[in-house]
Structure formats: structure tokens, C-alpha cells
């Protein structure tokens, strides 16, 4: 098994299920409305809706710099998408970008070989290998915090 094959095993399991820290991302979500994934029940947090915006931009931004751009800064707007329409529907569209994203990063990292990992992602000081590795990171810590949040 290559490198990358194991990185894409452990971005799935974070994503989708079987992780050993716990509930996946997916299965976290599973059974959160529209109005819960809004709610702030802790002030000057952000919701369950904008983390899940952020972490859709988060891997979309992965899958460009492993596509070779190279992003410098990422505005707010970019980095914390803002929740506008705060419909059931609305909610199910973002939760179908979260598994278009998803999927799009890991398709991304099945066409790249191992010596692509070392290579120095765009716009960036690291390496390839840090930029997916830190997506899964990323992608577990806000999955916590959505843990607590539908707790709140």
C-alpha cells in the first residue's frame, strides 16, 4: 500500500466512518436540522452550519493547491463562508457540498504518487504530505467541535 492510499484511508475514515477517535464527520451530522446546524448556543462561536462551510473550503482549497495553485491569502469570506439562507433545503445543499468536497479531495489524492508528497504545495512552506495530513487535523478538530455543539 502506498502512502498516499493510507493518508486517503484515514481521510475517509475521519469523513465517513470506522475512525478510531470516534464519530466521523458524517456521522455527526447524521440527524442535524437546518435550525440546529444555525443555532449558537455558545456566544462568539461559530455554528455547526459555518464550521461545515469552513471545512468545505478548507478541502477546496486543498484539492486547488494539489491541482498546483497557489493561494496566498484567503479572505474571510473565502475562509468562513457566511450562512445566508438558513433553509432545510439550504442545509441539505451544504451537506451535499460536504460530500462533493470530500470526495473531490480524495479523487484529488488518488492521481498524485508518493513523490508528489514532498514536493512543496503552492503558496505555501510545506509540503504536500503536511497539507493533506493537516486537512484530516482540521477536519477532526472542528468535527469536536461540532460534537459539542450539538451537546449545547
Do not use: C
Not at 16 to 35: C, I, N, Y
Not at 41 to 70: D, F, K, M, T, Y
Not at 81 to 107: C, G, I, N
Amino acid at each position: 500500500m502506498t502512502e498516499t492510499h493510507r493518508i486517503n484511508s484515514q481521510l475517509k475514515r475521519a469523513q465517513e466512518g470506522e475512525a478510531w477517535h470516534g464519530p466521523s464527520l458524517r456521522e455527526l451530522l447524521d440527524g442535524v436540522t437546518a435550525k440546529k446546524s444555525a443555532a449558537k448556543p455558545i456566544p462568539n462561536a461559530h455554528s455547526i452550519w459555518e464550521l461545515v462551510n469552513h471545512i468545505i473550503a478548507w478541502e477546496q482549497i486543498a484539492r486547488r493547491r494539489l491541482e498546483g495553485e497557489g493561494e496566498m491569502a484567503i479572505p474571510d469570506e473565502i475562509n468562513f463562508p457566511p450562512v445566508t439562507d438558513a433553509s432545510e433545503a439550504a442545509w441539505k445543499a451544504t451537506l451535499q457540498s460536504l460530500e462533493a468536497s470530500h470526495r473531490s479531495l480524495r479523487d484529488g489524492i488518488k492521481i498524485i504518487d508518493d513523490a508528489r508528497l514532498e514536493e512543496t504545495t503552492p503558496g505555501t512552506r510545506y509540503s504536500n504530505y503536511v497539507l493533506l495530513h493537516g486537512v484530516i487535523q482540521h477536519d477532526l478538530y472542528h468535527a469536536g467541535q461540532i460534537a459539542l455543539l450539538k451537546k449545547a
